[in-house]
């Protein structure tokens, strides 16, 4: 059975670009959810998406955003860059929405802003 | 802000020791969850813990969750190098966001 899946695994931007990171879950899994990993902050939770809704959104700022298809993949983006948004950015999926239920985790993107 | 808070944030042993870490909150999880994650990789889940007091084994870990779900320990009997990593617990609350604790860096020296 195939793992979470997310590309690319390494992307180098500048200040001020923009971004979009790709996750595709576990086939049959309907929930994901979105990570920020970083050493000073650990893991952050961004937003969590089922049925393509969002369902929970963490403390961060409109820049950062997603979206999930009809087929549960999801997109992340992230607008006007800034230096202190490096870090791996982790897609975890589940079967349902939280509730107690395992996230498995892809090996995430890791993020470099220059 | 739910807060969980783990310790040690280092820890380096000798392989064949034992060793505890423990993760702390102020508010009640309504679950809680142990993962471990090896460099380059992301979290791979180690356990769930839902009923106060509850303790679950995985070959050599035992898990225990506290009697008043505040907090929970992962203790390892002789530990081995493939132990390596950083553990993370995660605690779902009343509003369901699964929030990780800060990580305990473990090193087991062969």
């Known amino acids: 059975k195939a793992g979470v899946t997310q590309t690319p695994r390494y992307l180098i931007k500048t200040r001020g670009q923009q971004v979009t990171l790709s996750c595709s879950p576990i086939?049959?899994?309907?929930?994901v959810s979105w990570y920020q990993q970083t050493p000073g902050q650990g893991l952050q939770f961004l937003f969590e998406?089922?049925?393509?809704?969002?369902?929970n959104k963490g403390n961060f700022p409109g820049r950062f955003s997603g979206r999930q298809f009809s087929n549960s993949r999801s997109e992340m983006n992230v607008s006007t860059l800034e230096l202190g948004d490096s870090a791996l950015y982790l897609c975890?999926?589940?079967?349902?929405?939280?509730?107690?239920?395992?996230?498995?985790f892809g090996d995430g993107t890791r993020l470099s802003i220059l | 802000t739910q807060l969980l808070e783990q310790s040690p944030q280092f820890l380096s042993i000798q392989e064949g020791e034992n060793l505890t870490v423990y993760c702390n909150s102020s508010?009640?999880?309504?679950?809680l969850q142990w993962y471990r994650q090896e460099p380059g990789e992301g979290p791979v889940l180690l356990v769930t813990?839902?009923?106060?007091?509850e303790v679950k084994k995985l070959k050599r870990l035992t898990f225990q969750f506290g009697d008043a779900r505040k907090d929970s320990s992962l203790h390892i009997t002789a530990a081995q190098p493939g132990d390596t990593g950083l553990y993370l617990c995660?605690?779902?609350?009343?509003?369901?966001?699964?929030?990780f604790g800060t990580g305990t860096r473990l090193t087991i020296i062969p």
């Open positions: 508010s009640v999880f309504s679950s």
């Open positions: 998406y089922f049925s393509e809704t969002q369902r």
């Open positions: 086939s049959g899994h309907r929930s």
């Open positions: 813990v839902v009923t106060g007091g």
């Open positions: 975890a999926s589940s079967l349902w929405t939280f509730s107690n239920q395992p996230q498995h």
């Open positions: 995660a605690g779902i609350f009343g509003n369901e966001k699964l929030t």
